[in-house]
């Protein structure tokens, strides 16, 4: 558990560093974002996916990345709110650092494994 929660951070880093090119402070936001985005997850996600199936089902389930995207956006502006600092990042940019994410996150999964 503690692997995967290195692993989500380290994942945070190189989104923070090289896609949106945040570079203030950036491992302790990983970590806080790590764990809002651990709460987020386990709290709200599974409640928007029940709410959001039929659109999901007609959308033959690319809708879940679109949601993710936005709980990645929620998880970030809670951040933003309790570091009290502020970047200016459009829904794309949060799209393709969400894409970027889980592609990292994954990749350093399978290479631990």
Same mark, same amino acid.
């Given at each position: 558990?503690? %692997?995967?929660?290195?692993?989500?951070?380290?994942?945070?880093?190189?989104?923070?560093?090289?896609?949106?090119?945040?570079?203030?402070?950036?491992?302790?936001?990983?970590?806080?974002?790590?764990?809002?985005?651990?709460?987020?997850?386990?709290?709200?996600?599974?409640?928007?996916?029940?709410? %959001?199936?039929?659109?999901?089902?007609?959308?033959?389930?690319?809708?879940?990345?679109?949601?993710?995207?936005?709980?990645?956006?929620?998880?970030?502006?809670?951040?933003?709110?309790?570091?009290?600092?502020?970047?200016?990042? %459009?829904?794309?940019?949060?799209?393709?650092?969400?894409?970027?994410?889980?592609?990292?996150? %994954?990749?350093?999964?399978?290479?631990?494994?």
């Amino acid at each position: 558990m503690l %692997t995967r929660f290195l692993i989500h951070i380290v994942a945070l880093l190189f989104v923070f560093y090289f896609i949106w090119h945040i570079h203030s402070s950036i491992l302790g936001a990983a970590v806080v974002m790590a764990v809002i985005l651990a709460l987020v997850n386990a709290i709200i996600r599974p409640v928007l996916l029940i709410l %959001t199936l039929p659109v999901t089902i007609l959308t033959l389930g690319l809708f879940v990345i679109v949601l993710n995207a936005l709980l990645f956006a929620l998880s970030f502006a809670v951040l933003q709110g309790i570091m009290n600092v502020h970047f200016d990042l %459009t829904f794309l940019q949060i799209l393709i650092g969400y894409v970027i994410y889980v592609i990292v996150s %994954t990749v350093l999964s399978h290479l631990i494994r």
